[in-house]
């Protein structure tokens, strides 16, 4: 079945660590995106990428980075240099002329210990 | 800077009493205007795109409609089972940019 998969479910990262979450899709969507869920503030935009080998960052980029080697994934890496870094991480994809198919993953929770 | 603002934070209905949730953008350029249902927990699931004013999509008790500034979502004779929160997104520009509101938490009573 296609689909988009984001892993690990639960991830826990140590103070001064770099970590780098997984979302790979199957639906031959050209858009990717990355958010960032805190309790009650919605959805916050880290990076998206419309094509390979390109990516813009979005309103919280300070202290994550992405690739975007292949089309069907969209690695994000949070630094040691994001402060706060706990949080409900969710990858979606869309294919965007006329995005009419826009799904997301299950979601990673980051946890720093 | 490109804006989504839902309206009420939060809604509690009961059983069969009908409603509207509200998404109003301020955004450049509107390319399209998602809505999403997302459980606790889980990933937003897809529920509509609208992509120009008087637009109107159904989903069994639920239906979307889009002006040139909002966007509602109607729920009609809703039941426990659609409570959740519900997410509007605008799509901008030439890259796709999708920014999202906050989202309006709904609970509906039996």
């Known amino acids: 079945d296609g689909g988009i998969t984001q892993s690990p479910k639960y991830l826990f990262r140590k103070e001064g660590q770099n970590v780098t979450l997984s979302c790979e899709q199957n639906?031959?969507?050209?858009?990717m995106y990355w958010y960032r869920q805190d309790p009650g503030q919605g959805l916050r935009l880290i990076y998206y990428s419309q094509i390979v080998n390109d990516f813009q960052k979005g309103d919280i980029a300070e202290g994550y980075s992405v690739s975007r080697e292949k089309k069907e994934s969209f690695p994000l890496t949070v630094t040691s240099a994001q402060k706060n870094p706990t949080a409900f991480y969710l990858c979606?994809?869309?294919?965007?002329?006329?995005?009419?198919?826009?799904?997301f993953g299950q979601g990673t929770r980051l946890t720093v210990v | 800077e490109d804006q989504v603002t839902q309206s009420p934070e939060a809604l509690r209905l009961q059983e069969g009493e009908s409603s509207s949730l509200n998404c109003s953008y301020t955004v450049s350029g509107l390319r399209g205007l998602f809505w999403y249902r997302q459980d606790p927990g889980k990933g937003p699931e897809f529920l509509f795109t609208l992509y120009s004013a008087g637009e109107e999509k159904e989903k069994e008790r639920l239906k979307a409609t889009l002006t040139k500034k909002e966007s509602f979502l109607h729920i009609t004779a809703p039941k426990p089972e659609d409570s959740a929160t519900y997410l509007c997104a605008a799509m901008t520009g030439a890259n796709s940019k999708l920014t999202f509101g906050k989202g309006i938490t709904l609970s509906v009573r039996p």
């Open positions: 639906l031959n969507h050209d858009a």
């Open positions: 979606a994809s869309i294919k965007s002329i006329q995005g009419t198919e826009a799904f």
